[in-house]
């Protein structure tokens, strides 16, 4: 059945999907009532909260999660890619057992740390990593790279881009920005915001800037939270560029994006970082992050030389430890491009769905990665490839400004996200999430889904049928707005 819905109608189909969420879930709403006795709307991590209420999971094994009611979701989100190997892995468990019964908290050096630390330098040096350190999460190691160039050069402003988000102290929406009532947290640094992925306008704000008052540049290769929207190479090496001239630190957030190539994303884009943050599935699923680079730079926090002070309890705990030396054994090499592999191919299924149905307006070659929906002066344009993918060869000159589909799919390789655009935009991705929950898929509201290795070829088809299922429902109003 074809529906072809008005304003009014979306927010009553949300409201429908949202009642029979509830009719679902009574075990799930029972625990969150009772816990907002505890914690502030009975939540501790706002991310993972979605209206009416959250889904409460009572165990996970290799790439499906179980509810308190009793409901099997395949996992498209992957723990926001820190679960790249799934909920069960036999190796990490057995490693972490290992760890265990050899004790906890011991409060001095131990030997997984240093077997870790080797894996990790040699693995992400093309990227830039000479030294490294740990850290509990990506936003610590972020906050401790900015803080680094913020000592070693002297100086207070940090170019930060539109839709980026560093962790929780570093959260930049996208500009120009609509009314909303939530607040971000932020470090009180002195971000200076400039357009994802546009040279012109960022050349434009560096320049404008006081003479040797940059300390830092801090980018992400693909904008995770931002809705997987990779940079160009044309731009990274651009910024690279810029760190240069500026005699400023380049810092690149690879939390996230790590993941696309086995050296790192710097390596695949062909440049070497100042300092590197990453985080998430490095530790093996487990409590992680980490902060590395040049050697000049990491050096100073050597403690025989007492010049930079990092402590941290929990910076070398034995679990992440030995569960971060088993994982990056695990996803080899191999394991990276079968993944990325994997992506790409859901990606052209998604895509080619979208323009059957009509919702692309152009031929197969259709992407939509590089969006500039956030620049500064065309909110409601777009730049496209189009040549296609939006790989780490697409420069500026492969891009012609379109008008932005209401339904789009953006990502690059492993990590992919399908989107929505225009007024409408909340509500529909809220319907789309409890559909994609109704066929037992689970993923983030804004649609982010990163895959995980324990994910089948069964599991992937489920997934694109189900955004075909969506898309033929609805596909006369996604046309008539597209």
Same mark, same amino acid.
């Given at each position: ?47 993972i909260y979605t209206p009416p209420f959250p889904l409460t999971f009572s165990g996970g094994k290799d790439a499906t999660l179980t509810t308190v009611d009793g409901d099997v979701y395949v996992d ?143 980018? *992400? ?107 990056l054994d695990i996803y080899d090499a191999d394991k990276v491009a079968s993944l990325n592999a994997t992506g790409v191919s859901m990606k052209k299924a998604i895509q080619a769905i979208l323009i059957? *149905? ?13 969006? *500039? ?23 500026? *000159? ?56 324990e994910l089948t070829q069964v599991d992937v088809d489920a997934y694109v049928s189900a955004i075909q299922s969506f898309v033929s429902k609805h596909k006369t109003h996604l046309r008539a707005l597209?």
């Amino acid at each position: 059945m074809v529906e072809d819905l008005s304003a009014t109608q979306l927010q009553q189909a949300v409201a429908e999907a949202q009642a029979q969420y509830v009719s679902r879930n009574p075990q799930s709403f029972q625990l969150h009532q009772k816990a907002q006795q505890y914690l502030p709307g009975g939540n501790t991590r706002t991310v993972i909260y979605t209206p009416p209420f959250p889904l409460t999971f009572s165990g996970g094994k290799d790439a499906t999660l179980t509810t308190v009611d009793g409901d099997v979701y395949v996992d498209f989100l992957g723990e926001f890619s820190a679960g790249i190997y799934g909920h069960s892995n036999a190796r990490i468990k057995k490693a972490v057992v290992e760890a265990l019964d050899a004790g906890w908290n011991l409060g001095g050096h131990g030997v997984y740390e240093k077997l870790l630390a080797a894996k990790v330098v040699e693995r992400f040096r093309p990227s830039g990593i000479e030294l490294v350190r740990f850290t509990n999460s990506g936003t610590e190691a972020n906050t401790m790279a900015v803080a680094t160039a913020l000592h070693v050069t002297g100086r207070t402003k940090v170019l930060v881009f539109t839709s980026a988000f560093h962790g929780s102290t570093f959260v930049f929406p996208k500009a120009p920005m609509k009314s909303t009532t939530t607040a971000n947290l932020n470090l009180p640094h002195e971000f200076v915001l400039a357009p994802f992925n546009n040279m012109a306008e960022t050349q434009a704000i560096v320049a404008a800037l006081p003479a040797q008052s940059l300390a830092a540049i801090m980018v *992400e290769p693909v904008q995770g939270s931002g809705g997987c929207r990779p940079a160009t190479r044309e731009f990274m090496h651009y910024l690279r560029q810029t760190a240069d001239e500026q005699r400023a630190i380049l810092i690149v957030d690879e939390v996230m994006a790590s993941r696309l190539g086995f050296h790192g994303s710097c390596a695949s884009l062909g440049i070497r970082a100042d300092l590197v943050s990453l985080g998430k599935y490095i530790g093996g699923g487990m409590t992680f992050g980490a902060f590395g680079g040049r050697r000049d730079l990491m050096e100073l926090f050597d403690p025989a030389r007492a010049l930079l002070a990092h402590p941290g309890t929990f910076n070398n705990n034995v679990v992440s430890m030995a569960a971060g030396v088993e994982g990056l054994d695990i996803y080899d090499a191999d394991k990276v491009a079968s993944l990325n592999a994997t992506g790409v191919s859901m990606k052209k299924a998604i895509q080619a769905i979208l323009i059957d *149905e009509g919702i692309y307006p152009r031929g197969p070659d259709s992407s939509w990665d590089l969006i *500039e929906v956030d620049s500064f002066h065309r909110p409601t344009m777009t730049r496209v490839s189009t040549s296609g993918e939006a790989d780490a060869e697409a420069t500026a *000159e492969s891009f012609k400004l379109v008008k932005l589909p209401l339904m789009f799919v953006t990502g690059r390789g492993s990590m992919l996200n399908l989107r929505f655009s225009g007024p409408q935009e909340a509500q529909w991705s809220a319907l789309f999430y409890h559909h994609m929950l109704q066929n037992n898929i689970y993923i983030a509201q804004r649609g982010y889904s990163p895959l995980n290795l324990e994910l089948t070829q069964v599991d992937v088809d489920a997934y694109v049928s189900a955004i075909q299922s969506f898309v033929s429902k609805h596909k006369t109003h996604l046309r008539a707005l597209s």
